[in-house]
């Protein structure tokens, strides 16, 4: 399975073996390492000597020069605060990692130019500041729109070996003989302390104490300190021989030293104790992660992983003593450990050391097969091999001493009743242990009952319980009765009483309690604890259970399942805090509460989403088109303590009721139909329901074919509305089109009449004025003959050049028509007068505003025929003009004549308003025409302006006419 550590492959957590060389040569491009680093996602970075490696916990991915690097030798890592990776090289050559692409100090005119100047031996960068340090005794600070030049040369020490950043921010420089603190705001250095410094790692404490290694140990270079606390951390004394380069406090506050001979842990720093983890191999750097797990970085052996917690761990390899495997392990006491193994020897760890031994038949020295099965008695051991029961003598020392033996085929379980009784099962029956002190050796053996029995124990209520392939059974009256009818045809493997219960194991049907006449089969959905090989209760009550799976715990307080480690395991168990458990290959024995694992946050990494095996970019909003064959999501989460405790589950909705779980951090689609989706990720760890990864939400978007789009059927829908509307517009533009022209020939009609009326002159008028010509000629001057000649000729003129004008400016209509009132009123002998009156903003623009050409003078004529004429003593005729509006402008005749006072008399046009009195027939058909005419201009002025033009023609109250006219200021 490729969940499982390839930085680890050797070391195998299912082994729980401690500290293996990794086997890399599948995953790095080789096995010289000079760093290691874990950036803020959970990324392992391996710096190699021709390439850089980042493992995510799931897969690999190489950089090199083909990438970008500026060298495939990578001697230095560290991230900024922007989480760019920096890398280094031997010849001092930059470049960074970001997003997963390659950029180097080429992208950067700043960076070039330093780069170009002289290789780097030292990089730091913070807060977007960069302070590099040189071979030419040159500190660089590069920080954003500024950059500065410091000559270490004043200093007298060379090149700087490494660049600390303070608590403050300011750079600290560890050269090989001193360490020197700058001040940026001051351009000022000061000389902390000196000593010989050695390539390596620093190291950090977390309250800011900064070490660096030296030719004594890691020694504290900031603050800088006076003896004793100036002296260096350094593993004990008689290891002279090791050079130090990296170092690491562990979650439990050990100290973790690698130098040139390999990996060691502090275990008692009071009697200088320490355990080699790795041996013989030198140790380039180190790191704890944010599991507590320690990765180590070798020249020549790739990588090394040390699982959280193994530095506290005894292993014992069945390699090691020859033996073939282990079968089982169990405490003597506190300080010892016996070990069957499948040969006719066992092993006794304890004091320091570990013995082989061999217990044999007595006087005749043959040996005994392998060890079954062991348990404490009190002060003796009963051991349980393939052909006997063998009662021991464990008081003295690490050496152990037969009493007595009886012959029993493959004893499998004990089971401790008191201090004076045991009971023991094998596959031929159930037996019982008693102290004796008559009997040989002081125990004496009975059988209880005949027939196979795996798992044995004794119980005050029930008595001898036992179990075997076909269920559990208690004795009744002397015979086997099964003990529960759920467990009928279970095999059962254990019985562990405690308190008022007991557990019950099996293999296949996983872990069962029973109590008050109560059975329950616990976490009953937990496939990896369906065998149960052995059990062991502690006494806060947490049970320790052995599987194929591994060790698990159930603590009494909470219930939960929880897997301590994992592995192959045939055998558990306690004394006190120290927990022993035993695969074939090596036995493992760790404390089970000095060092609690530190709570690991599962956090997925941002989904990558590949389309056809291309990668698709986030900015598209996730929306995929329709012909992608192929969908891909990949999320990882990194859980480097136990890799293959790992899974994925995923639901898309609204597709999916349930989860997908998945040991695989990736899931393919095919064949979505086109609709919006939802997809939930979460990674968890089966052993700790807690361990779950805040879930990514990815909203997903299959595109439709353009033909299935929302947007193609309102195109559709649009483009029939269209045609439908280009129909009816076409229709509607053709009715205009005839209205129009109507229009126009109505408009062309009505200018004609208008043409032919105005050039018309009333023949009666005419008449009378060459009369009133020929009378001025006889009877009075020939001046005013002349005079009202005169008039007349530019009258006549005015009307015929008016005839073919469609409008005319307000001045000349007002000409005309005081003309006109001139000749009536000097025919009348001066009984009409004629009165213009103009409003200010009229009379400013009455040369600018156009009037319909002979528009007024029908009024007059009226007003004068009609009128005044039939009265004695003549009248008066008064014009007011004035705006109404911007845009409309109002006209008022008025005449004091006659009026209209008989209304049968009168002509009325449609709007039942304007009315004329009929006299003679020849003027009253001329006048009806020109009243007639006008409303019909007044019809077409207020279409083509938009504004409404009107007529009104009333009598006055005082006596006389008033016409009254609104019409748009052209």
Avoid: C
Wanted: proline share 5%; charged share 20%; no cysteine.
């Amino acid at each position: 399975m490729h969940l499982l550590l390839a930085v680890a492959a050797a070391f195998l957590m299912a082994s729980a073996a401690i500290s293996q060389p990794a086997g890399l040569t599948h995953h790095l491009p080789g096995t010289i390492v000079y760093d290691v680093i874990q950036d803020d996602e959970g990324t392992i970075w391996m710096g190699t000597d021709i390439g850089l490696v980042a493992f995510d916990g799931y897969s690999y991915t190489t950089y090199t020069t083909s990438e970008g690097l500026p060298s495939n030798e990578v001697l230095f890592l560290m991230q900024d605060d922007e989480r760019r990776i920096w890398t280094m090289n031997f010849s001092g050559a930059t470049a960074w990692i970001r997003d997963g692409k390659i950029e180097s100090p080429a992208t950067n005119s700043t960076l070039q130019s330093v780069s170009d100047a002289t290789p780097h031996t030292a990089i730091q960068v913070h807060d977007d500041t960069i302070w590099i340090a040189t071979e030419e005794a040159m500190l660089y600070r590069l920080a954003p729109g500024q950059s500065k030049a410091i000559s270490l040369d004043q200093l007298g020490y060379g090149p700087a070996l490494y660049i600390a950043l303070t608590a403050e921010s300011k750079p600290l420089l560890i050269f090989s003989r001193n360490v020197v603190l700058y001040d940026d705001g001051t351009d000022s250095f000061t000389t902390l302390t000196e000593g010989n410094f050695t390539k390596g790692r620093l190291f950090t404490e977390d309250d800011g104490r900064i070490f660096a290694p030296s030719a004594d140990g890691f020694r504290q270079v900031y603050p800088a300190a006076p003896a004793p606390e100036a002296e260096p951390l350094r593993m004990a004394s008689g290891r002279p021989s090791i050079r130090l380069t990296a170092l690491v406090r562990t979650y439990d506050n050990k100290l973790v030293f690698g130098g040139s001979r390999g990996l060691f842990a502090e275990i008692d720093r009071g009697q200088n104790r320490y355990k080699t983890l790795i041996d013989g191999v030198e140790i380039t750097s180190l790191i704890e992660d944010d599991e507590g797990n320690i990765w180590a970085s070798t020249l020549g052996r790739g990588v090394y992983m040390v699982p959280a917690g193994f530095w506290n761990a005894v292993r014992i390899s069945s390699a090691g003593f020859g033996t073939a495997s282990f079968k089982m392990a169990g405490f003597l006491d506190k300080q010892r450990v016996i070990i069957g193994s499948s040969s006719d020897n066992f092993l006794i760890a304890g004091e320091g050391r570990v013995e082989e031994q061999q217990i044999t038949f007595g006087s005749r020295n043959e040996p005994r097969q392998q060890t079954n099965a062991l348990s404490r008695w009190g002060d003796l051991l009963l051991m349980g091999t393939q052909s006997d029961v063998v009662v021991l003598d464990a008081q003295e020392g690490i050496a152990l001493r037969e009493l007595v033996s009886f012959p029993l085929s493959v004893p499998k379980r004990f089971s401790i009743i008191n201090s004076d009784s045991a009971v023991v099962s094998s596959v031929e029956s159930a037996n019982l242990l008693i102290r004796d002190t008559s009997a040989p050796g002081g125990i004496r053996m009975e059988k209880l009952h005949p027939g196979r029995s795996t798992a044995i124990a004794w119980s005050s209520r029930y008595g001898l319980l036992f179990g075997n392939s076909r269920g559990m059974f208690r004795i009744e009256n002397g015979e086997a009765v099964h003990f529960s009818n759920q467990l009928t045809g279970v095999n059962v493997t254990m019985i562990v009483p405690v308190g008022g219960g007991f557990y019950i194991g099996t293999n296949g049907k996983g872990l069962w309690y029973y109590e008050n006449d109560s059975l329950e089969r616990l976490h009953p959905d937990e496939n990896r604890i369906r065998t149960v090989r052995d059990l062991v209760a502690g006494e806060d009550g947490t049970l320790w259970i052995a599987t194929p799976q591994g060790v698990w715990q159930i603590p009494k307080e909470s219930g939960r399942l929880q897997l301590f480690d994992s592995g192959n395991i045939l055998s558990v168990d306690l004394f006190g805090e120290q927990l022993v458990y035993s695969t074939s290959q090596q036995v493992i024995i760790r404390p089970v509460m000095a060092s609690p694992l530190p709570f690991k946050q599962l956090r997925l990494r941002n989904p990558l989403v590949v389309v056809d095996e291309m990668p698709f970019d986030p900015a598209n909003l996730y929306r995929i088109p329709h012909q992608a064959r192929s969908l891909s999501v990949k999320s990882v989460a990194s859980y480097y303590r136990n890799p293959q405790e790992l899974a994925y589950r995923y639901r898309l909705s609204p597709v999916d009721t349930d989860w997908y779980v998945s040991a695989v951090p990736e899931v393919q689609f095919r064949g979505l139909p086109p609709g919006s989706y939802t997809l939930h990720i979460e990674a968890f760890t089966f052993h700790d329901e807690n361990q779950v990864s805040e879930a990514i939400i990815l909203p997903l978007t299959i595109l439709p074919p353009f033909w299935k789009t929302m947007w193609f059927h309102a195109v559709v829908v649009l483009l029939l509305i269209g045609f439908l509307a280009g129909g009816i517009k076409w229709r509607i533009r053709t009715v205009e089109a005839k209205e129009r022209e109507r229009y126009r020939q109505l408009q062309k009609t009505v200018e004609l009449e208008h043409q032919a009326l105005s050039a018309m002159m009333n023949p009666h008028f005419i008449f009378n004025v060459l009369n009133s010509i020929r009378y001025f000629l006889y009877e009075k001057s020939a001046e005013e003959a002349d005079d009202f000649l005169v008039k007349f000729a530019s009258l006549i003129r005015m009307q015929l050049e008016s005839s073919f004008r469609k409008t005319i400016s307000l001045k000349e209509e007002l000409e005309h028509l005081t003309i006109y009132a001139q000749l009536e009123s000097m025919r009348f002998q001066e009984e009409v007068t004629f009165e213009v009156n103009l409003s200010d903003e009229v009379e400013a623009e009455w040369e600018e505003i156009q009037v319909p050409a002979i528009l007024l003078q029908p009024f007059v004529e009226n007003a004068i025929w009609h009128g005044i004429q039939p009265k004695e003593t003549g009248g008066a005729i008064t014009v007011g003009i004035r705006f109404i509006s911007d845009t409309l402008l109002e006209i008022v005749i008025d005449d004091d004549g006659v009026g209209m006072a008989d209304k049968a008399d009168l002509l009325t046009d449609e709007s039942g308003e304007a009315t004329i009195r009929k006299h003679q027939p020849q003027k009253d058909k001329k006048s009806s025409l020109a009243m007639e005419l006008i409303r019909r201009r007044l019809e077409l002025m207020s279409q083509e302006s938009g504004e409404e033009a009107s007529l009104e023609i009333k009598s006055r109250t005082e006596g006389g006419t008033r016409v009254r006219l609104v019409i748009p200021a052209a």
